[in-house]
């Protein structure tokens, strides 16, 4: 499976939702972490590039807590935002 440009396309799905999924899950709980609306977080991790971060390192990020993953996005993003 080629990715282009980040782009999925349902014929590359191989039923295997665990990434989706594990995405999904950070923005809730980043979402309650922050005590900010679903849209807020997930344009704030959108923006710092993190979405794309957690999918492509999946394989290690979930197997952490919640309490880590939070402090981990709050690094990320304080990261990416001093690049810009």
Known sequence: ???QDSIIYASDYTG???IPVFIAFAIEQYKHYKGISGEEAME???DAGVLE???EFYDIMHQHGAKWLMEELDEM????S???
């Open 77 to 80: 993003i304080k990261h990416n």
């Open 44 to 46: 704030i991790l959108s």
């Open 1 to 3: 499976m080629e990715k």
């Open 16 to 18: 295997d939702d665990s």
């Open 53 to 55: 971060h957690l999918a």
């Open 82 to 84: 001093c690049k810009k």
